[in-house]
């Protein structure tokens, strides 16, 4: 009877760890996708304030004309 407790016990502990492996993937998974999404919005400003810094050297250069 002890076995078959304990083999319960053990698989009630691997279900709770699979879980909680679970929870801290999707918490993982989440803060990878919100970087990703930060880098991307980072990239886009510098992009645009690039594109701006040019703007402004060619009106000074008066390549614009």
Excluded: H, P, W, Y
């Amino acid at each position: 009877m002890a076995d078959n407790k304990q083999s319960f016990q053990a698989g009630q502990t691997a279900g709770r760890a699979e879980e909680k492996s679970n929870v801290l993937m999707d918490k993982v998974k989440d803060a990878a996708t919100s970087a990703g999404a930060s880098a991307q919005t980072a990239g886009q400003k510098i992009s645009e304030t690039a594109g701006g810094a040019v703007n402004v050297v060619k009106e000074k250069t008066g390549i614009n004309k």
